[in-house]
Every structure is written in structure tokens, then in C-alpha cells.
């Protein structure tokens, strides 16, 4: 068993209205700091995860973000794990 770092960015899916990215857009263009264009606002969640392989661990986290942490139909993820050095049980 080891432990892994888990890091789940989620945005929305491009081409999927995102009120807030656009609030942020005309806000940033509102104080002068222009440039910026399609902004998404999503979120991140990090956690820690034991598992037997660093191939568990992704397939776990694919499962829990496609039942609860993601909205498969509005939102994108990625995923990015990191084995925690000298976990290994």
C-alpha cells in the first residue's frame, strides 16, 4: 500500500456557459487589466489516498470525480497524482 498526493482541477467544459469566468472577464477588463479572454473559474481539491498502485489510485480518483467531485456532462478534470516518498507499506 502506499499514499499518494492527489490534485483534481475542475473546469468547466468549453463551450458551456460559465457566468462567474465571464464575471471575472468584464471585471478584470473594468480596472484596466485587459488581455484576458475565456476565463473558466473552476475549482481544485486535494487530497491524500492510499492505495496498492499508483494505477488503483488513478482509477479510484477517475471513479470518485465521475460520482461526485465532477459533473461529467458540464465539467472537465484532470488529474495529477503524486506518490508520497517513502510511503510504501
Request: charged share 30%; with cysteine.
Amino acid at each position: 500500500m502506499a499514499d499518494f498526493d492527489v490534485e483534481v482541477r475542475v473546469t468547466p467544459r468549453r463551450g458551456i456557459l460559465d457566468p462567474q469566468g465571464k464575471a471575472v472577464e468584464g471585471a478584470l477588463r473594468s480596472l484596466g487589466l485587459s488581455g484576458a479572454s475565456e476565463v473558466h473559474v473552476g475549482r481544485l481539491i486535494v487530497f491524500a489516498l492510499a492505495a496498492g498502485s499508483e494505477g488503483e489510485a488513478a482509477a479510484r480518483v477517475d471513479e470518485m470525480c465521475r460520482k461526485l467531485l465532477a459533473n461529467p456532462v458540464t465539467e472537465d478534470f484532470d488529474v495529477r497524482l503524486r506518490e508520497r516518498a517513502g510511503s510504501a507499506r
